[in-house]
């Protein structure tokens, strides 16, 4: 995959997870695509009710899995593009545990970093 870029992340998204226009969450952003933080709120809501009810070895979290490994493992990835998968993706990871426990065992390099960087952050209960 060649290098994400910001401007690119929506079309990204969708041409990776074209099932993701298929769900009422597409359906409630549709006409906002030019705006990456208001497209992947509702795609990572899908991702994490996938991962919650099918596991993590469907392949729909399997692409996932690698679309973050990637692209945070890409040492050209631009800093709004690291920031939208900190913010999108990895804080809805950070609870409950059961996520972080994917989260860890999933990412791997600079992903896993980044995604330990938020986990850290995140107030602990």
């Given at each position: ?16 997870f074209?099932e993701?226009k298929?769900?009422?969450?597409y359906?409630m952003?549709k006409d906002?695509l030019?705006?990456?933080?208001i497209?992947?709120?509702p795609?990572?809501d899908?991702i994490?009710?996938?991962?919650e ?8 979290i399997?692409r996932f899995v690698n679309?973050v490994n990637e ?7 631009d ?5 939208l998968?900190?913010i999108?993706f990895?804080e809805?990871?950070t609870?409950?545990?059961?996520r972080v ?6 990412f791997t ?11 850290d ?5």
């Amino acid at each position: 995959m060649s290098t994400l870029k910001y401007k690119d992340s929506v079309s990204k998204l969708l041409e990776l997870f074209p099932e993701f226009k298929d769900t009422d969450g597409y359906e409630m952003i549709k006409d906002e695509l030019y705006l990456a933080y208001i497209v992947f709120t509702p795609f990572m809501d899908y991702i994490v009710n996938i991962l919650e009810n099918d596991g993590e070895n469907n392949q729909i979290i399997l692409r996932f899995v690698n679309f973050v490994n990637e692209t945070l493992n890409d040492p050209e990835i631009d800093p709004d593009t690291k920031d939208l998968f900190q913010i999108e993706f990895f804080e809805k990871l950070t609870l409950p545990e059961s996520r972080v426990q994917f989260a860890k065992k999933n990412f791997t390099g600079k992903a896993l970093e980044q995604f330990n960087l938020v986990n850290d952050w995140r107030p602990k209960k």
